[in-house]
C-alpha cells in the first residue's frame, strides 16, 4: 500500500514538472515567433514587398504583448524568457525597421541615411538596457508602474513606419521621402530614449460599468482595421502621441500627490554617564 501511494506521488509530480514546463514553453514560443516575424520583415523589404514587410512588424508587436501576459497568465516567467524576449524585442523593432526604411527611402542618401538607420536601432537598445535595468531597482513610486519610460520598443516601430503606412494609404508623391523617413526616424529615436512617460496597459483597469462600450469599441476597431488598416494603423500612431502629455501631466499630477517618504528615525543622543568615583564618607564628628 506504501508502495502505491509513493508511486502516485511520483506520477504527480512528474506531471506537475511536464506542466511547469509546458507553462514555461508556450509563452517562449510566442516569443520566437516574434523573432522570426521580425525577420520576415527583413527579408520582405530586401525583395521589396513593402506591405508585407509592415505587416510583419506589426504581427511581431502583437506577439510581443501576449507572450509576457501568456508567461504571468500561466506562472512560466523566467529569466531565460526575459533574455530572449529582449532580444526579439531588439531585432524585431530595432533592427527591422531601420532596416525596412532605409531600404525604402534612405538608401538614396547614401551613408547619411545609414547613419541615421543606425542611430534609431542604438536608440532601441538603449531604450530595452534602461528597461531592464529598471525592473531591478527597488522602491519604486505606486505609481510607476502605470508608465513607461520613453516610447517602448513596439510602439516606436510603430511609430517609425508610419510613413510607409501613410505611402500605402494615400499613394506615392506624398510621404515617400527620404528626409521624412529620416526624420520620423530620429524623432522616434529621440523619444525611445527619453524620459518622458508614456502610458503603460500593463494596470489597466476597466470599470464594469465600462465593460460594455470598451467591447464596442474594441469591435469598431477590428472593424475598420478589416477595412482600412493603413489608415486605421495611421490614426491609431496619431492617437498615441496625443496621448504623451497626458501621460506626463498625468505623471506630474501623481507624482504631487505622492507622500513624501519619512524621514529615518534619529537615535536620541545619549549623555555618557560619568564613571563612579568612590569619595570617602565625611565625618562629621569633631
Known sequence: ??????????????????????????????????????????????????????????????????????????????????????????????????????????????GLGWIVALAYAVCCALRLARFNTM???????????????????????????????????FGAGIADRAWLGALVLALVAFLMVSRLPTFSGKKLHVPRGWLVPALVGVGLFFAALASSPWATLLAAGLCYLALIPLAYLRQQKLRLAEPAPAAPARNPVQTPKPALSIVPERSDSA
Open 135 to 169: 525592473l531591478s531597482e527597488p522602491n519604486q513610486p505606486s505609481w510607476s508602474g502605470h508608465f513607461f519610460t520613453g516610447v517602448p520598443a513596439p510602439a516606436g516601430a510603430g511609430l517609425a513606419l508610419m510613413p510607409l503606412m501613410a505611402h500605402f494609404e
Open 1 to 110: 500500500m506504501f508502495g502505491r501511494n509513493r508511486e502516485k506521488r511520483a506520477r504527480l509530480r512528474a506531471q506537475r514538472v511536464g506542466g511547469g514546463n509546458m507553462n514555461r514553453l508556450i509563452p517562449n514560443a510566442i516569443t520566437v515567433g516574434a523573432l522570426c516575424a521580425g525577420l520576415s520583415g527583413i527579408r520582405f523589404a530586401i525583395d521589396g514587398r513593402f506591405e508585407m514587410a509592415v505587416a510583419a512588424i506589426v504581427v511581431a508587436a502583437v506577439l510581443d504583448g501576449l507572450d509576457g501576459r501568456m508567461a504571468r497568465l500561466l506562472n512560466g516567467t523566467s529569466k531565460f524568457g526575459a533574455e530572449l524576449d529582449s532580444l526579439s524585442d531588439f531585432l524585431s523593432f530595432g533592427v527591422a525597421p531601420a532596416l525596412i526604411v532605409y531600404l525604402w527611402v534612405l538608401s538614396a542618401w547614401g
